[in-house]
């Protein structure tokens, strides 16, 4: 027991230096559900082999694909009973266990993905017979679904193998559990940075069309403090919309103007996924100037996926500036004719 409690401690003391780094991957959560021990008795014996269990969870995120992960689960109250020497001998305790291992991920879409983990569990059964503790093999696989900015919920099927130490005769425990975790890294609403508006070459107010009208863009990004979609959504924030103003004033302006929309994304999820979801929100942003009486036949519509990134797909804040929507409106040049 006391190798439980001082593994715990250990993994608890991480948090806050994890916490403190810049860009933090370091998550934190509970899971509960059933717990089943098998082959927990010799045959004809009724003992108790299903329980409810539950647990805490710490890991650090150091990628996408890759992170530690080391959970800390009371895994039930259970009746055992073992043959020792003909005799059938039994013992009713508390089961905990203690496990850490790397976890790999796949993400089938940007906000889901499937993952894997094998390592260690240090387990004690804490019994009327006496207490024993022992480490076996652990394999679990789950499902990871990013609910929120900060919040995600699993569902995750955790297996012990052969535990096996005096009371416990290579007896099995299963874990089905549900949880939630809370990611400390991660900034609320995914932000966008300011737009980043080229503001055109003042004209002097004239009757006549001046003979040049300067390019204009404005790109949309995840990568500040101005929220550009919702978390999880297709539509426009309002400041957003706002933001496409000065180029909607220009088309209105000037029925020569045209403009080409393009969308980005980072390189998490799937190629197809994600352009896909370019095309779709380069048409969100192009639907504002069409509800602004825009002729469809005056924009370029088009999506790039994650084919041409600005910044580092291996960070937070890199990810956030590949998330954008690009417009722009090429110069105007007015041919006089005498």
Known sequence: MKKIVTSLG??????????AQQDSGLYMGGRIGPSFLEDSCV???????SELGAGIITGYDFNDWFALEGTYDYLG????????SGT????SGDLTALTLAPKFSYHFKPDTALYGKLGGAMWDF???AGDRDDVSLMGALGVDHQATEKLNVRLEYQHINDMDDGYFSSVDNNLVTVGMTYHFGRTDNEPMSEPMVEEPMMEEPAPEPQPVVEPQSIVLSEAGETEMFGFDKATLSEPAVASLQPLVDRLLRHEEATATIVGHTDSKGPA??????SEERAQVVADVFLDAGIDAE????MGKGESSPIASNETIQGRAQNRRVEVTSPEIVYVEVN
């Open 126 to 128: 804490n019994s009327n």
């Open 77 to 84: 109250r259970f009746d055992t009973a073992f043959d020792q």
């Open 10 to 19: 250990l993994l608890m003391a991480v948090a806050p230096t994890a916490y």
């Open 272 to 277: 197809a996924y994600n352009q896909t979801l």
């Open 43 to 49: 045959s004809d014996t009724n003992c108790g082999d």
């Open 298 to 301: 005056r924009l370029t519509v």
């Open 88 to 91: 059938t001998v039994g013992a």
